[in-house]
């Protein structure tokens, strides 16, 4: 009985990996979404909070921030702001949408930033048990979400930096606007805050 029960245990769990693998391989990065998350890092890179961090090699968790969390987060910090860019029948609809929504994981073919490159967040979390980050270069860590497209000018971009100097020191963390401009480029807008911190 006992080996029936773990040669269907195995059987299940293989099915379950292929199938997330086959998910893996199946999407794909669009070109607006590739325009989007690389104008968003080349910005934050660019701001005072890596000023000194310049020659820091990039590191971005392969597992992405889910699109329903952006939502969410973005309408907990609604009470900053006098005008929404959802209204609350759009987000009822789109939290429906995105309860479906298909797990993303990032590639190094999704970013154009030199001396990037993604990381499992179980080789991550393997890197601060073991205390394997002291031996590593400097490094910056991102947690990105794929971006929401709010409309075809509008997205929300949610993320979390930190060093990996000390295994993850807290740089920033928030939810930003991009937008399209007048030469249909992808551009940040504005900080919107953070419920992170």
Not at 37 to 61: D, G, H, K
Not at 101 to 125: A, C, G, H, M, V
Not at 139 to 149: A, E, K, N
Not at 155 to 174: E, K, P
Request: charged share 25%; with cysteine; net charge positive.
């Amino acid at each position: 009985m006992r080996k029936n029960v773990l040669f269907i245990l195995v059987i299940i769990l293989t099915f379950s990996c292929s199938s997330s693998i086959k998910t893996k391989e199946k999407l794909e990065l669009r070109k607006t979404e590739k325009e989007i998350i690389n104008n968003f890092l080349e910005n934050e890179l660019a701001s005072e909070a890596y000023r000194y961090r310049i020659n820091n090699n990039i590191v971005v968790i392969e597992t992405t921030i889910p699109k329903k969390q952006v939502l969410n987060d973005y309408l907990s910090l609604l009470i900053n702001y006098k005008k929404s860019l959802i209204d609350s029948i759009q987000a009822v609809k789109m939290n429906k949408e995105l309860e479906k929504e298909p797990k993303y994981y990032w590639k190094n073919s999704d970013f154009i930033i030199k001396n990037l490159q993604t990381q499992s967040s179980e080789d991550f979390r393997k890197t601060i048990k073991t205390e394997e980050y002291f031996n590593l270069p400097k490094r910056i860590i991102f947690h990105l979400s794929f971006p929401l497209l709010i409309n075809d000018k509008e997205a929300l971009v949610s993320f979390m930096s930190g060093s990996g100097d000390t295994g993850f020191t807290s740089i920033n963390s928030g939810i930003v606007l991009m937008t399209k401009n007048n030469e249909n480029k992808w551009v940040f807008k504005c900080f919107l805050g953070s419920p992170y911190s």
